[in-house]
């Protein structure tokens, strides 16, 4: 079915069209789309996920669906206990708060090394950086 509404006509008029018959030489025989190595690149980390997935037992996945909070700006003693966090408890990922932007570079790598599986790392500012972080430009909201 279409809509229909030829000039002059006041009200739009339903009409049935038929449908022009396809011929099976026209559909190609390939993809739309080709292959490509996006495809192949794709599903290689896939691959290291199983097999990664494969050796953990199950306190370690369901730590990896926990993310603690992090901030740059509390001190040695606050790092070491998400430290502890993250060799202990295997948490999945860190989302960074207040402080500054070398220092939480710093605290990211120190994680990330200390870290079995990478760790997921975010940042709660959906306003921009600088609702964050020090020594960076704040955008007016």
Excluded: H
């Amino acid at each position: 079915m279409a809509f229909s509404c030829q000039p002059g006509e006041k009200k739009l008029v339903l009409k049935k069209k038929k449908a022009e018959p396809v011929a099976v030489d026209t559909i190609p025989d390939y993809p739309a789309i080709p292959p490509t190595d996006f495809a192949t690149f794709i599903n290689t980390p896939s691959r290291w996920v199983d097999s990664v997935f494969k050796t953990m037992t199950p306190d370690e996945r369901i730590a990896q669906l926990m993310i603690v909070e992090a901030f740059s700006n509390q001190g040695q003693r606050y790092e070491d206990d998400v430290l502890l966090l993250i060799k202990e408890y295997k948490i999945g990922g860190i989302i960074f708060f207040q402080g500054g932007p070398v220092r939480q570079a710093r605290m990211t790598n120190k994680f990330q090394a200390a870290s079995k599986i990478p760790l997921l790392i975010s940042m709660d500012a959906e306003s921009g950086v600088g609702m964050r972080l020090d020594s960076t430009v704040q955008y007016p909201l």
